[in-house]
């Protein structure tokens, strides 16, 4: 069984330290709000689902201990929560989804005790509707899966990503659930090796024969006819149908094309910015240049020298086969198609 996650624990919230799988299962207990926005900077929980989730819970977290008695005072330290936590990711929009709810619960609620109560029920039901719309999502796209299919995914998104189901991973499990056999080729993920360190380690968890490839090896199986499709997961869609993800996602969408190889995308309908009209409006966050200079610390390349680190990039929506959400699975035209998920 793969351990949870993320945890919130009444007085603390527990998260499975990401950074060190797959050599240790290392646990850490974080009393302080400061200490879960740093987490979510380092990547100690990551994935646009559990970004959401570990700052819901961070922020009710920060207002726990918030000790003034006078509301404007207490409004006031709660909004400097909510911009440390504003500015931990800028990419994925479940961050800023769970930091909208958070704040207008706060504004709902009666006397400070009730706001700090009120806050940690609405960091709770954030993470248990994730919960639900990841398995709904992996559910109704294991549709999509056939029997022995062999599928490439990027990055991670299964329950580590997610504090839930998974997303990507969800659909691979749910397809093994329901009796279809399925292997998958797992691309490494660089810089910091999502792939080989994280989604190896779920599959296995799960007993799903898994490949660890090199990002570069990709074209190489596709065109040997080796891949059936490619599932990815979602850091934000724009309402165009544009997605942002891990960097390389992109190059994975045109050899895909390339190779009549179905991508899918699978995400919940919390990923969906429907504010941006494209992908062109996303936030790149760019981080630092020793992800990509060393590894695990290790060194690899000349001291000195310029790297870039953009951690995701744009997906451009025809290069999408179809868009799984736990509201349906969706395909062009994506503008009306996702306009109708906006109205419900």
């Given at each position: 069984m793969i351990p949870k996650a993320i945890e919130w624990l009444e007085d603390r919230l527990r998260i499975l330290d990401q950074t060190k799988l797959p050599q240790e299962q290392s646990f850490i207990d974080l009393t302080d709000y400061h200490d879960?926005?740093?987490?979510i900077e380092e990547m100690r929980v990551r994935g646009a689902p559990a970004i959401g989730v570990a700052a819901?819970?961070?922020?009710?977290?920060?207002?726990?201990?918030?000790?003034?008695?006078?509301?404007?005072?207490?409004?006031?330290?709660l909004d400097?929560?909510?911009?440390?936590?504003?500015?931990?990711?800028?990419?994925?929009?479940?961050?800023?989804?769970?930091?909208?709810?958070m704040k207008k619960i706060a504004a709902m609620s009666g006397s400070i005790p009730e706001i700090k109560e009120a806050l940690v029920n609405e960091a709770r039901r954030i993470h248990h509707e994730e919960i639900q719309a990841t398995s709904h999502l992996s559910q109704l796209g294991a549709a999509l899966i056939k029997d022995g299919?062999?599928?490439?995914?990027h990055c991670?998104?299964?329950?580590?990503a997610t504090a839930g189901y998974g997303t990507a991973l969800g659909v691979i499990k749910a397809a093994k659930e329901q009796g279809r056999r399925v292997s998958v080729m797992a691309t490494e993920t660089r810089p910091l090796l999502q792939g080989a360190r994280l989604t190896t380690w779920e599959l296995k968890q799960e007993n799903i024969p898994v490949t660890l490839i090199t990002d570069s090896m990709a074209g190489y199986f596709m065109h040997r006819k080796k891949i059936d499709c490619v599932i990815v997961g979602a850091d934000r869609i724009a309402a165009n149908?544009?997605?942002?993800?891990?960097?390389?996602?992109?190059?994975?969408?045109?050899?895909?094309?390339?190779?009549?190889?179905?991508?899918?995308?699978?995400?919940?309908t919390t990923t969906i910015d429907f504010s941006l009209l494209s992908g062109n409006e996303v936030p790149i966050e760019e981080r630092d240049s020793q992800e990509v200079t060393h590894i695990q610390r290790m060194p690899i390349a000349p001291e000195g020298v310029k790297a870039a680190n953009p951690a995701f990039d744009v997906t451009p929506h025809n290069y999408v086969t179809t868009i799984i959400t736990e509201r349906g699975i969706i395909k062009e035209p994506y503008e009306k198609e996702l306009a109708k998920i906006a109205r419900r």
């Open positions: 879960v926005v740093l987490a819901a819970y961070g922020i009710a977290l920060g207002a726990q201990g918030i000790k003034s008695e006078s509301k404007a005072e207490f409004f006031s330290q400097q929560i909510l911009q440390a936590f504003s500015t931990s990711r800028p990419t994925a929009v479940n961050l800023f989804r769970a930091i909208n709810r299919f062999t599928i490439l995914t991670n998104a299964g329950p580590l149908g544009d997605v942002a993800n891990k960097i390389g996602t992109y190059t994975l969408a045109v050899l895909a094309k390339e190779n009549h190889i179905p991508l899918y995308v699978a995400a919940p």
